[in-house]
């Protein structure tokens, strides 16, 4: 039988060909902007929902000390730490995205490369920061490729494959065996929207899977594994079963020549980041009019349909933390209120505030546009007041992303605050040092240090 070349046979040209001399400055000045604020959210992480008990958990799987967890130092086997910190980095909803994909990319991606950093020793600056670029592409890639509504929870799928690439980066696969290494993963992939619709923590767990998923794919094709070789385009393959439908034709043309890196939106604010358009909107006519809790009538936001599948849950007097995080009427009634989302507004106490609960009720979302529509934005929000007055804000670039990107001073701040919040709180020596050290990421002799300095 003749197969029909797949996609994702470019996607694995693409990681095995390209070079850190390739690769544009642009992207690698990104790649270490999301680099500090990854592993930053990881350390921070710590504090989730069982995060602290992983590490003791996944030990009654198997013991080794390949690599090291961020925060703690618990020493783990390599598929165990990559998959306790990328639970970490997703478990405080402060990670990173892709919108336009609709990936978190760097949270597979980064510890699945630390890790096997750790494990191999002596990886430099520039093999990380090459690891990470291709691996975004990857995740961003499939992604981008797939613009529609989620069945599954995409940035687990497709940050699978993402995670992949960076580790057969690391270990220098070739191409064929990097197109088996994608197919072992597609085999394994795993994680439901119903854990997002639940606000589950099996959410963050779900993407865990997929960094540990991505090492034991690669460690088994590395040694001789072999699966199907129509992962993306086929019958069965990701793009119909995984996704509605799906096209990488448009982005296999700009591998090389564009970055997925350099689109990544940071997330300013520890929720959702569907819910970051109508927290910016809000933020911006509370600063514009002056604008009060009591004195609001009503407030209307009107969203795509990805952004009400997402966020558009009732508020509730008892949430789970996740289920909080991704209720937009709830963290849109902190910022009306408080003028931020901030960590302290997830907790049985902060959601039984009545100013809060009473003003997260009159806030109502409307869906629009066509069903297929899988973008964030626009976003608009009319707020009335008591005595009839009408304001209304409209967001096309959301407060994070590259066209309206956080400074690099609030950037800094952010990964300070993390690192601060974290179970064991990094010495400010250490913070300063792990700033300095991806500052110039492309010197260093071994990344490893970044993992010593996160440890308290």
């Known amino acids: ?61 198997g013991r080794g000390d390949q690599a090291r967890v961020w925060g703690t130092g618990e020493a783990l086997p390599l598929s165990a730490a990559a998959m306790c910190n990328t639970y970490r980095t997703h478990c405080s909803e402060f990670d990173c995205v892709h919108e336009a994909a609709v990936v978190h990319v760097m949270t597979i991606v980064l510890p699945a490369a630390l890790a096997e950093a750790e494990r191999q020793g002596n990886v430099d600056g520039k093999r990380l920061i090459e690891a990470v670029i291709l691996g975004v592409d990857v995740a961003a890639g499939i992604g981008l490729a797939t613009q529609s509504g989620l069945k599954f929870f995409r940035p687990a799928t497709a940050g699978t494959f993402g995670g992949v690439a960076a580790i057969a980066k690391l270990r220098n696969l070739s191409a064929d065996k990097l197109v088996m290494a994608f197919s072992v993963a597609y085999g394994q992939l795993c994680g439901t929207m119903q854990a997002h619709a639940e606000g589950s923590s099996l959410l963050a767990m779900q993407i865990g899977f997929g960094a540990r998923n991505a090492v034991v794919a690669v460690t088994l094709a590395e040694h001789g594994i072999t699966g199907p070789v129509n992962v993306l385009d086929g019958e069965f393959g990701y793009f119909n079963l995984f996704e509605n439908n799906g096209d990488a034709t448009s982005v296999i043309s700009q591998l090389g020549k564009e970055w997925c890196i350099t689109d990544v939106a940071h997330k300013p604010f520890p929720s959702g980041r569907a819910t970051h ?167 260093a002799s071994d990344v490893s240090r970044l993992i010593d300095l996160s440890i308290a």
Do not use: W
């Open 1 to 61: 039988m003749v197969r029909m070349r797949d996609s994702i046979s470019a996607f694995a040209e693409h990681v095995a060909a390209t070079s850190f001399a390739q690769i544009d400055t642009t992207a690698v000045a990104a790649a270490k902007t999301f680099v500090l604020d990854t592993l930053g959210v990881g350390i921070g992480g710590s504090i989730g929902p069982n995060a602290a008990a992983l590490p003791d958990i996944v030990q009654a799987f």
């Open 277 to 443: 358009g109508i927290i910016d909107a809000c933020l911006t006519l509370k600063r514009a009019h002056d604008i009060s809790g009591e004195n609001i009538a009503t407030v209307s936001a009107e969203v795509s349909r990805l952004v009400h599948q997402l966020v558009g849950r009732a508020p509730r007097q008892q949430m789970d933390i996740n289920y909080a995080r991704l209720c937009a009427r709830y963290v849109a009634a902190c910022a009306l209120i408080d003028g931020d989302v901030a960590f302290s507004d997830f907790n049985d106490e902060a959601y039984l505030r009545p100013g809060h609960r009473a003003l997260a009720d009159k806030i109502d979302m409307l869906s629009a546009g066509p069903e297929t529509d899988g973008s964030l934005t626009p976003v608009s929000v009319e707020i009335v007041l008591a005595d009839g007055t009408r304001h209304r804000e409209t967001v096309a670039s959301v407060y994070g992303c590259p066209g309206n990107p956080m400074t690099y001073e609030a950037q800094l701040a952010k990964f300070r605050q993390n690192c601060a919040n974290a179970l064991r709180p990094v010495p400010m020596h250490q913070v300063d040092d792990m700033i300095a050290t991806i500052a110039d990421l492309e010197t």
